[in-house]
């Protein structure tokens, strides 16, 4: 799902790939759970969505879409987005703010979480490398 987290756009990258409409075709291709977390990061108004999703843990979590719909998440697929916005801040923010901007958003989500949720979180962000390489700046 990471590699094709922004294929639909953001509510911050509005520039589309491949249509929503065309959603049949992303699940043929990288198949249907993936492709609910592509269109889950596409619709959700992150990062504070994602951060507000948390407080729900570990009971009902709701993810708020740009829209205002509620969308229903289970525990997985609520950490498998967290780390693709993990990935999303390393990637798109310039090199001498990219390890303050992840921990400030890592320490905004964990704030808020029970400690069931920040290991599972720290386990998936944990893979995700903030070098100060020339990427994104």
Not at 22 to 37: F, Q, S
Not at 77 to 92: F, H, K, T
Not at 115 to 123: E, G, I, L, Q, T
Request: proline share 2%.
């Amino acid at each position: 799902a990471g590699l094709f987290h922004s294929i639909y756009g953001t509510t911050i990258y509005r520039q589309t790939s491949l249509a929503t409409s065309r959603r049949d075709a992303l699940k043929a291709l990288i198949g249907e759970p993936a492709e609910r977390l592509v269109f889950l990061f596409s619709i959700c108004n992150r990062p504070k969505g994602l951060v507000a999703s948390a407080r729900g843990w570990p009971g009902e979590l709701k993810l708020q879409s740009s829209q205002g719909e509620s969308i229903a998440l289970d525990a997985g697929q609520l950490v498998a987005l967290v780390e693709i916005e993990c990935a999303n801040i390393v990637d798109q923010t310039k090199a001498a703010r990219r390890q303050q901007a992840f921990d400030t958003y890592l320490s905004n989500l964990l704030v808020v979480a029970d400690a069931a949720f920040k290991a599972r979180v720290m386990a998936a962000c944990g893979k995700v490398q903030v070098q100060q390489g020339s990427q994104a700046g």
